[in-house]
């Protein structure tokens, strides 16, 4: 595709629930970032794939958190059990080799958890 | 460990009024310094990689400076649609991740 491509665009959610994000980055790109963005905050990184594995997930907050990527391409990440402070823009990003090429962003998941 | 701040967290221009973001940075081996921004709603965008000190790109309004600690990006006559959140992030050498700035929120009246 042009882009990367991020769904749901907004996601509101009861406390307790699982929610999964997803991500579709562009094609070609090998590696893959998700960030969170806290309102007010910069960007937080949570984990990072290279083809299909994620050599470092210590970017996790919580064991509540997993992603996993198929194909070497769709990602998902899936939020358990979510409480308030999960409530943040979830971004992906995706580039051709890894850093340092620059990041290509989608336009985020905003999660809401009331 | 890595640690990017950016300043100010606010910046209020008139349109024309030329002014200067700040990144100060510390990191054990940089590999890359960018500048990206934001508009509300929508993913970072790739504005400038800086690679080394004394390096400078440019790109119609905006110049991005590097030095050994900090890097500067110059907005030169600034128009109401630079408006927009500035990030400033570096990757470390042997590392895989990009580390972010809190970013400068722009501002620019007509």
């Known amino acids: 595709g042009a882009g990367v491509s991020q769904s749901p665009s907004n996601k509101v959610t009861e406390k307790g629930k699982d929610v999964e994000l997803r991500c579709d980055p562009i094609s070609g790109h090998t590696a893959l970032y998700w960030y969170r963005q806290s309102l007010g905050q910069g960007l937080e990184f949570l984990i990072y794939?290279?083809?299909?594995?994620?050599?470092?997930k210590s970017g996790l907050p919580s064991d509540r958190f997993s992603a996993e990527r198929t194909g070497g391409s769709v990602s998902t990440l899936t939020i358990q059990r979510t409480q308030q402070e999960d409530s943040a823009v979830y971004l992906c990003?995706?580039?051709?080799?890894?850093?340092?090429?620059?990041?290509?962003f989608g336009n985020g998941t905003r999660l809401t958890v009331t | 460990e890595d640690q990017v701040t950016q300043s100010p967290e606010a910046l209020r221009l008139q349109e024309g009024e030329s002014s200067s973001l700040n990144c100060s940075y510390t990191v054990s081996g940089l590999r890359g310094l960018f500048w990206y921004r934001q508009d509300p709603g929508k993913g970072p965008e790739f504005l400038f990689t800086l690679y080394s000190a004394g390096e400078e790109k440019e790109k119609e309004r905006l110049k991005a400076t590097l030095t050994k600690k900090e890097s500067f990006l110059h907005i030169t006559a600034p128009k109401p649609e630079d408006s927009a959140t500035y990030l400033c992030a570096l990757s470390e050498a042997g590392g895989f991740k990009t580390i972010f700035g809190a970013g400068t929120r722009l501002f620019v009246k007509a």
């Open positions: 794939f290279q083809g299909n594995s994620a050599p470092d």
């Open positions: 990003a995706s580039t051709r080799d890894g850093v340092p090429s620059p990041l290509h």
